[in-house]
């Protein structure tokens, strides 16, 4: 079938209607080629999605999983190769892992991801059974959509048994929801499972209130139960050589168990053409971003035309961050919704802070929603909380410090961005915009000390969160304060208020004055000015962001210079920045990654190579958006980026019989080169995770861990019941030389040998707290990226019972690898044999486990593995947030800060013109009071031309 270049929104519909009703599926696959095609035409560049997607990443390097979001809500991609978790569709959320895969009965770890916008990828290998899982998410629907594809790799045929432990445990919370997202943890008696439709089709119901899930197989099971809170499905497979075989799951999300049996029903029967259509309908709604007069948009974004990838990369990039947190089914608060983040935390509020930074993006792309949004804030009272809760369309959390430069940057960007003029006049809870402006550019009036003269903006709470000397007097926010004085009195001046105008700017340039003074000359840092009348230099990339962007008129040439040189010199490392620098005093204490030492807010890095345009320094500026664009290869922009360092260590990937309850016994050789520096031990075994609810930086709570700490002083801890208890030993392991450490568990105590001796041993009665879900590492640790073994490890093993002190001891003395070897207790060993490539081979199993980083030498008993804590730093996804949609900034600052574009509300301007971008670059289709415009940047410059 042959499709126009252009495809209008309407043929899409009718398009996906028909195939959904049962038509062939070739239709829908024509428009998917259809619109690539269209999208890589000359004359359109956007990109294809497909083109903006991650790359493979190895799981068990990674922080966080990737995420599916389908503008009614988001899922998180299990460690499991099937499974999903926190999947909510407000006001449903899941508790729980849904639909853990087992092969022959052993759990599936996914080895390696790859994120898409719509979709992600998930693939192992286990034996010569290739495994690859597709999950999706219906689109605009309250469905997931899972595909496993199982390869036969062998020269033979393979029996292969596939189990899916459905879970589903699904509740309703009517809301008002918070940071805090709502989910059952741990306990799921409440639920229970039953079949429907003839059998075919497993609902579980939540007792307690109005939810239910559904799961339906377009390709049948073999075998599918219930018991108790859920059920299972079961499928006995023989694939011939080189035979591929497909297996599909719908799992629905309702009300009721029959509602939800219906729409798995319906969607098991319509399964190929939803399948397609959770891509085809993201791509046409990522089109629609960039296409005037679309049907889904109130506006529209430019189009970058450029061959540079990276900067393409990143523009578009930052479209795809916001649209994957637009919401669609919130009328209550907006028909469309932009909230900040998800799928972990939050995942129904749009916060005042983080809007603003990708305002122009906004503006730009659904003028109407961002106008009704900043009235909606301006009725709620910016002094009353941070977000807006798009479920209850309420208030949500304390004041934050930077409320009103946020409401400000809104309220002006949609002004200048549209041209609506008028709006300015028009009242918005009693008070007239304008007015509001003013009032709000005026408010820190209501805060100043007197003694200074700057305004107190509170504590941590309602600043970075972080960062103990940043608090009261700042010079950002204070900064911050001189602009919108500025914008206020330009905004007085065109409206013929002289002399209201020139009292704002003469009240701007006093706190400017005052402003200025706490730079500290030669450091490129300022001053923070606490309350008691002491001070401090932060060296924190805020400020740069901020005053850099907001008063870079105000600085001196040396001041740019000495400001940029901090930034490059303290903060950029690792293709990211830290938004805290080492060399501030809070550094150790402030470690959060958004905004302390080890990484950065994703939008900071973004301000930050925008306020160095500003400087005039458009070459430093592009090398650090091209360095920036690296960060894509994981996956989309999130709340924050953490610099860890390169990753190394032996992946044990997780399996039933490493989570043993009762009893445990861990024994590895050493010999190490180094104890850590850094304040983490360094993970020598490790298998640790978290029950319940947690936060990124929440200690584990489950497993178990062999360690040892910066002096050589060993430590082995298991969590028992819900309290870690560990044994440390009193003496130390010296570097250089091979050493035997080994844990004991049973039961009663945990004990800690070294070279066949107990040194320590202290009470743990009860069992042990298992944390399945995350692997076992050698050399590193599954939660502290930080925790590294550098030396040589040797002959790992662990076994489901105690060893007694003097087996111990025989292990210790035994002058061959394979003495103990028949113990039925011993579930792991790893020989590290091998000399050679990135597998080493479980000699109690059979399994192949990943070797990341490291070399083969010579070991205690034939070859070993030699691992170090790497000095290269890299950007990893934290566990903050897998999206936020404050990537949009980086858009925002491509347009503003790169290409310059500053219009006032009646005319379409250009900062900096005559000065070159050194980019050879287009953007198409910026609309101000319904004139188009292009931006041209070559060797002279930008340009403004028509169309």
């Keep these: 079938m042959k499709w126009p270049a252009e495809i209008s929104r309407r043929a899409l519909l009718r398009a996906i209607s028909a195939a959904g009703a049962g038509f062939a599926a070739q239709p829908v696959l024509g428009l998917a080629t259809a619109v690539a095609q269209s999208s890589a035409a000359p004359g359109r560049p956007v990109p294809a999605l497909d083109e903006l997607a991650g790359e493979w990443m190895p799981t068990g390097t990674l922080l966080n999983l990737p995420s599916v979001n389908n503008f009614h809500g988001s899922l998180h991609a299990g460690s499991n190769l099937l499974s999903f978790t926190e999947l909510t569709f407000p006001p449903l959320s899941l508790g729980g892992d849904c639909a853990r895969l087992s092969l022959n009965g052993v759990n ?172 085809v309908r993201w791509e046409q709604r990522f089109a629609d971003a960039f296409k005037p007069g679309n049907e889904h948009f109130s506006g529209s974004l430019p189009v970058l035309d450029t061959a540079d990838r990276s900067l393409r990369d990143l523009y578009y990039r930052g479209v795809v961050s916001v649209l994957e947190l637009e919401r669609t089914n919130h009328p209550q608060h907006l028909p469309r919704s932009y909230v900040t983040a998800g799928p972990q935390w939050g995942v129904t509020l749009a916060y005042f802070w983080d809007t603003a930074l990708f305002a122009p993006l906004l503006v730009l792309l659904d003028p109407e929603m961002a106008r009704e949004q900043v009235k909606l804030w301006l009725r709620m009272g910016i002094e009353n909380g941070y977000a807006v809760d798009v479920l209850s369309n309420t208030l949500s959390g304390p004041w934050y410090s930077a409320n009103d430069l946020s409401v400000f940057s809104m309220l002006l960007t949609y002004v200048t961005f549209t041209g609506d003029l008028d709006f300015l006049d028009e009242p918005v809870a009693g008070v007239r915009v304008l007015d509001h402006l003013q009032a709000i550019a005026l408010n820190w009036q209501n805060r100043v000390v007197a003694a200074t003269g700057l305004a107190d903006y509170g504590l941590r709470g309602n600043l970075l969160e972080q960062i103990p000397n940043y608090i009261n007097q700042v010079p950002s926010l204070n900064a911050a304060n001189v602009w919108m ?44 000015v606490h309350n008691d009348g002491t001070s401090a230099a932060v060296r924190h990339v805020y400020d740069f962001d901020t005053i850099g962007r907001l008063l870079a008129d105000d600085l001196t040439p040396a001041m740019r210079s000495e400001m940029t040189a901090f930034l490059t010199g303290e903060l950029m490392v690792g293709g990211w920045l830290r938004a805290l620098s080492l060399s501030d005093p809070d550094a150790a204490s402030s470690t959060r990654p958004d905004h302390g030492s080890n990484g950065a807010y994703d939008a900071w890095p973004a301000l930050a190579a925008g306020a160095v345009g500003r400087f005039g320094n458009y070459d430093l500026m592009r090398r650090m958006l091209a360095g920036f664009d690296g960060v894509g290869a994981e996956g989309p922009f999130s709340q924050s980026h953490q610099l860890v360092p390169e990753p190394s260590g032996v992946v044990v990937w997780d399996r039933a019989d490493l989570n043993p309850r009762n009893a445990l016994t861990v024994v590895a050789w050493i010999r190490p080169e180094a104890w850590p520096a850094q304040t983490t031990a360094a993970g020598i075994v490790s298998k640790v995770g978290h029950s319940g609810a947690w936060y990124p930086k929440t200690a584990p709570n489950t497993g178990y861990a062999l360690r040892g700490d910066g002096t050589g002083a060993i430590s082995f801890a298991v969590a028992v019941g819900t309290t870690v208890r560990q044994a440390v030993s009193p003496v130390t392991v010296p570097v250089g030389g ?53 030396g040589a490890v040797d002959e790992v093993r662990l076994y489901d019972r105690s060893l007694s002190a003097a087996e111990i001891a025989d292990l210790y003395a035994a002058d061959f690898a394979a003495h103990g070897a028949d113990d039925p207790a011993l579930v792991l060993w790893l020989p590290m044999a091998e000399g050679r490539g990135s597998r080493t081979a479980d000699a109690a199993t059979g399994a192949m486990e990943t070797v990341v980083g490291g070399s083969w030498v010579p070991g205690r008993h034939g070859g070993a593995l030699a691992l170090a804590r790497s000095d290269r730093l890299i950007a990893r996804i934290s566990r903050q947030q897998y999206n936020e949609n404050n990537g949009g900034a980086f858009t925002s600052v491509i347009l503003q800060d790169l290409f310059g574009y500053a219009p006032d509300g009646e005319r379409a301007t250009l900062h900096d013109s005559s000065t070159p971008r050194g980019v050879d670059a287009r953007l198409r289709g910026i609309t101000l009071n319904g004139r188009s415009h292009t931006i041209v940047s070559d060797r002279s410059g930008v340009r403004l031309t028509a169309g």
């Excluded at 219906?138 to 459905?166: H, K, M």
């Excluded at 905004?491 to 020139?502: M, N």
């Excluded at 035997?740 to 069992?767: E, N, P, W």
């Design 108 to 279: 599936v770890q996914a080895h390696e991801s790859k994120w898409y916008p719509y979709q992600v990828l998930r693939r192992t290998t286990v034996g010569n059974l290739e495994l690859q899982t597709t999950v999706r998410m219906g689109f605009e629907q309250q469905l997931v959509l899972l595909q496993l594809e199982i390869t036969n790799a062998d020269s033979g045929p393979a029996d292969a048994r596939i189990d899916i432990d459905l879970g589903g445990y699904l509740r309703s919370y009517p809301g008002p929801w918070d940071w805090n997202v709502p989910r059952q943890y741990g306990t799921f008696s409440a639920w229970r499972g039953s079949l429907a439709d003839s059998g075919r089709v497993v609902t579980v119901s939540d007792g307690g209130g109005a939810a239910a899930t559904a799961f339906a197989f377009p390709d049948h099971p073999d075998e599918l139960v219930t018991a108790g809170s859920s059920g299972s499905a079961g499928w006995a497979l023989t694939l011939r050589r080189g035979e591929r075989r497909t297996l599909r799951v719908v799992v629905a999300a309702a009300g009721t168990p029959g509602e939800a049996a219906q729409a798995a029903v319906d969607a098991r029967t319509r399964y190929p053409a939803l399948f397609q259509q959770a891509k």
């Design 485 to 528: 004085m500025r914008q206020v009195a330009e905004l007085r001046e065109r409206r013929g208020e002289r002399d209201a105008a020139a009292g704002l700017r003469e009240q701007a340039d006093q706190l400017a004055t005052r402003v200025l003074d706490l730079y500290v000359p030669g450091e490129g840092v300022w001053r923070t």
């Design 738 to 790: 091979w050493h035997q450490v080994a844990g004991t568990f049973d039961g009663q105590r945990v004990a800690l040998y070294i070279d066949g001796v107990m040194v320590a041993s202290t009470a743990a009665r009860g069992s042990l707290a298992p944390a399945p879900g995350t692997n076992l590492m050698v050399g590193a640790d599954p939660v502290d990226p930080e925790s590294k073994f550098t």
